[in-house]
């Protein structure tokens, strides 16, 4: 998380900036009402599906200190989701900072290319994007096997300069919103003492509910009001710290050896979340 990006004027959104985001939203809207139909609800526990053989040796969750994603956050809030939603919620899945690289929102670094001068995983963009989107695929792709009505939203460049510009994670967030889609973006905070640790920064322009609890209880809670009230939860977003970007974490992500299998971990941790929160 990039506080310059929270603490950001935005300015006012034009009109054919409306009208575009409402077109793009309808287009989605459609498709996701239609395999929400479709979709057949596999059984999680089958023995041949193939994500569960993947899954097997995830380190469980554990207090304070978590063996996967490291301290909850040392700032904790006290908010309850209660709202009911529907089994069939969608849910739209996106990776933080995806839109804006190259500008002082773009994300941590992290600790191995901040402190020990390690080479970035991708130099086109910080390493939290990086882990970001291989979260954000990942859940995407394990929460559809687990039957969740779940799509990825992202930008179609790594630098989009005017925040209300209709292809941003903010504007598809407030548009999608207000429609009732869950908005659940994928963070790595910073590493100490920068960082805060895991948990969700809540949404805060709509009731809190099943969905927020789950993961708060997952993962942990920032304060609802956290920094004053970020831009992003202000647009409908969930922000959810994974974990700070530090090792063991890091390291874990970083070798290639066990890349694969730490990516998979925190994403079923996040769609075991999910599903309860919509059960
Ligand atoms: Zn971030």
């Known amino acids: 998380m990039n506080l310059l990006r929270w603490t950001q004027c935005r300015r006012t959104t034009t009109f054919l900036a409306i009208v575009f985001a409402s077109l793009t939203t309808l287009a989605i809207t459609g498709a996701t009402a239609q395999r929400n139909w479709l979709q057949k609800q596999p059984d999680a ?3 041949g599906n193939p994500e569960n053989s993947k899954l097997k040796n995830c380190p469980q969750q554990a207090q304070p200190t978590d063996p996967l994603l490291g301290p909850r956050t040392r700032d904790p809030g006290r908010w309850v989701g209660r709202q009911p939603v529907q089994p069939n919620l969608p849910i739209v899945v996106m990776a ?9 929102s773009a994300g941590t670094p992290g600790f191995a290319v901040d402190v020990r001068n390690a080479a970035p995983m991708d130099a086109l963009m910080r390493d939290e994007l990086f ?12 929460g559809r096997s687990r039957g969740l009505n779940i799509i990825s939203y992202r930008p179609p460049s790594l630098t989009i300069r005017n925040d209300n510009d209709p292809r941003t994670n903010w504007s598809q967030a407030r548009v999608r919103s207000a429609k009732g889609h869950y908005i659940l973006e ?4 910073a590493y100490r003492p920068h960082g805060f640790g895991s948990g969700l ?8 509910n099943t969905v927020d609890e789950s993961l708060g ?8 009001n956290f920094r004053g009230g970020l831009g992003g939860p202000r647009r409908g977003i969930g922000i959810l710290e994974i974990g700070m970007l530090e090792d063991p974490l890091e390291a874990q992500l970083r070798n290639p050896k066990t890349r694969t299998q730490t990516v998979n971990c ?3 941790r996040v769609v075991e979340a999910l599903v309860r929160g919509v059960s």
Do not use: Y
């Open 45 to 47: 526990s089958e023995k």
């Open 96 to 104: 933080g900072h995806a839109d804006s690289q190259a500008m002082a």
């Open 131 to 142: 882990w970001n989107f291989k979260v954000q695929e990942a859940v995407v792709r394990i």
């Open 186 to 189: 994928i963070h790595f905070d």
């Open 201 to 208: 920064i809540p949404a805060i322009n709509r009731p809190l």
């Open 217 to 224: 209880r997952a993962f942990g809670r920032f304060p609802r």
């Open 266 to 268: 925190l994403a079923e």
